[in-house]
């Protein structure tokens, strides 16, 4: 059996970016940032252990400019190179709003999964 266990990832493990989408409009949606800043701050919500990589957040910055969900524009300010700025859209929101509401859902679909369990695991004690 220790073979079997050996082959399986850990429970929740895989795509490390399901929820980089949501994390990247929700850092957004109080303050426009640049890239660096959202790299830092969107591990604050969880979903990824340890720094994203700069590249997988930039891809994903790229492509919700591209989906209308994020604008962006070159800020020249002060004495270092230009930085590009990056701003929630109104259609953004909107997406982080869908975006809650799913996540909503699954909490409450885990809790009655975990509920069923912990009443399960009190009739076999």
Do not use: D
Not at 9 to 19: H, L
Request: hydrophobic share 30%; glycine share 8%; with cysteine.
């Amino acid at each position: 059996m220790n073979a079997h266990k050996k082959n399986r990832s850990a429970p929740g493990t895989g795509k490390r970016e399901r929820y980089l989408q949501p994390c990247i409009l929700m850092a957004l949606h109080s303050v426009p940032s640049y890239g660096y800043e959202l790299i830092r701050n969107i591990q604050s919500y969880g979903f990824i252990e340890g720094q994203a990589p700069p590249g997988m957040v930039y891809r994903h910055l790229r492509q919700l400019e591209e989906e209308g969900l994020v604008s962006s524009e070159w800020k020249t300010e002060g004495s270092g190179p230009a930085k590009r700025m990056y701003c929630i859209t109104p259609e953004g929101r909107e997406v982080l709003a869908i975006w809650v509401e799913y996540m909503e859902g699954q909490a409450k679909r885990l809790e009655t999964f975990i509920e069923h369990y912990r009443q399960e695991q009190k009739r076999n004690t």
